[in-house]
């Protein structure tokens, strides 16, 4: 049988097969780079960054822009006011100013025109983020070697990552992955899928820089979803009513490393230790962001704070059997309990609070992110864990967590990392 050993490159780790004419002069053989692999590779976040569009609409503000725009005697408007009034969230970022003739025109735009702006102003929020966390991790574009980015706003082609990408000035021979479908647990989910990509980097010994990005505008896109209150109220459950006054535009982004990019130990502000995914059998049309001729609709069924209880804690147990047995983490069950840790979390804050018993300030990021900016879905848990590392000592381990249509919930186990040079 033919001998084909010589056919592989150094890259793979094998050492070439010395030719008739070679062998008087023997090659050093080199050391396979999975053999002096740790057991468990290390990944880091070394740099976060979030940014939001510059204008902001109140909730007074909302209640004028209904009323010059709709009936506001029709049973679906009311109900609405009702919610905006009772809301806690303060201002909501939005792409436009409210004043511009673009919300109140009497033809709402079209879908075509909804991704022309998106693929301009989102773009531009997704590319302001990722400066931030670039510059955090003191990384140039040329260091970056994946991307991953989200958005459930958008659906052209080319991808907004690539212009984002472009943008950036990143390398053409980046390894780009768009993710799509996940709704709210995208942000987490596209985290996830950063953790793998750089654990499968640091099997085959080489560093991986990656850079995730999630953004979205809903902002754009109320009007086929107001239509609809207004057309059919009857047909709008309270839960999409709810969802509809909540959500805002922005974008987060973060770089994640493996423990073989040059200079990450000294600059970890979080390492990510595990993570977790479930979807929730038979629940697909419990919660939906579907394509309409005025842009993506949402649709969200009653009780959805109750089906992710049980998933919440199933995960938890996941991560905590999933951690390896070296870790203290893993040895002690009881610092995986909820109650012991800090949360980075996107839907049903209060329920959640409740349910696992947790402490106000377990959830003070959260609860100040959806104050001060509203929901901002797939971006939002990225953008509390950049205000979380902010917002005083809190515990050493945390969860980041996410819930989207499917139901799908994402679960990432990160532990906060202390640094002597944290101010410098």
């Known amino acids: 049988m033919e001998d084909n050993s010589d056919r592989y490159g150094s890259k793979n780790g094998l050492v070439p097969r010395t030719s008739a004419i070679e062998s008087d002069v023997a090659l050093e053989p080199r050391p396979n780079p999975i053999d002096t692999l740790k057991p468990v590779p290390t990944l880091s976040i070394t740099g976060l ?22 009936d506001v005697e029709s049973p679906g408007i009311k109900r609405l006011l009702q919610l905006n009034r009772n809301t806690i969230i303060e201002s909501h970022p939005i792409i436009k100013s409210i004043e511009d003739p673009f919300w109140s025109r009497s033809i709402a735009p079209s879908s075509s025109e ?76 596209a985290m996830r899928t950063a953790a793998a990509m750089a654990q499968s980097y640091s099997m085959r010994g080489r560093p991986a820089r990656i850079l995730v990005f999630a953004c979205e505008i ?49 600059r970890s502000v979080y390492e990510v230790l595990s993570w977790e995914t479930t979807t929730i059998p038979d629940s697909a049309g419990r919660m939906e962001l579907l394509m309409d001729p005025l842009g993506f609709k949402g649709a969200r069924s009653e009780g959805i704070p109750d089906l992710i209880f049980k998933p919440i804690a199933t995960l938890l147990e996941r991560l905590r059997s999933s951690l390896p047995v070296e870790r203290a983490l893993a040895q002690d069950s009881n610092a995986m309990e909820a109650k012991n840790l800090d949360w980075a979390l996107n839907a049903n804050l209060d329920g959640v609070q409740q349910k696992f018993e947790l402490h106000e300030g377990q959830l003070k990021a959260s609860f100040d992110v959806y104050k001060n900016h509203g929901y901002t879905s797939s971006p939002m848990v990225l953008t509390i864990l950049d205000n979380l590392r902010k917002s005083g000592e809190g515990r050493e381990h945390l969860v980041a967590c996410s819930t989207g249509p499917g139901v799908t919930v994402e679960m990432v186990m990160l532990k906060k990392v202390v640094r002597g040079d944290k101010d410098e």
């Open 49 to 70: 960054g979030s940014q939001y569009p510059p204008f902001t609409i109140k909730s007074q503000q909302w209640e004028a822009f209904l009323r010059k725009v709709y």
């Open 218 to 266: 809903f902002s754009i896109n109320i009007r086929a979803n107001l239509d609809e209150v207004v057309e059919q109220p009857e047909l709008v459950e309270p839960a999409t009513m709810h969802a509809t006054m909540q959500y805002s535009d922005g974008a987060a982004a973060l770089v994640l490393c493996n423990e073989l990019a040059e200079g990450v130990q000294d």
């Open 114 to 189: 909804l991704d022309r702006l998106f693929r301009r102003a989102g773009v531009d929020l997704a590319v302001q983020a990722c400066k931030k966390a670039l510059r955090e991790a003191k990384l140039s574009p040329n260091d970056i070697t994946h991307t991953v980015a989200f958005t459930c706003t958008n659906a052209g082609s080319p991808g907004f990552d690539l212009l984002v990408c472009q943008k950036l000035s990143l390398k053409p021979e980046v390894h780009r992955t768009l993710l799509h479908g996940g709704g709210c647990a995208g942000g987490v989910g």
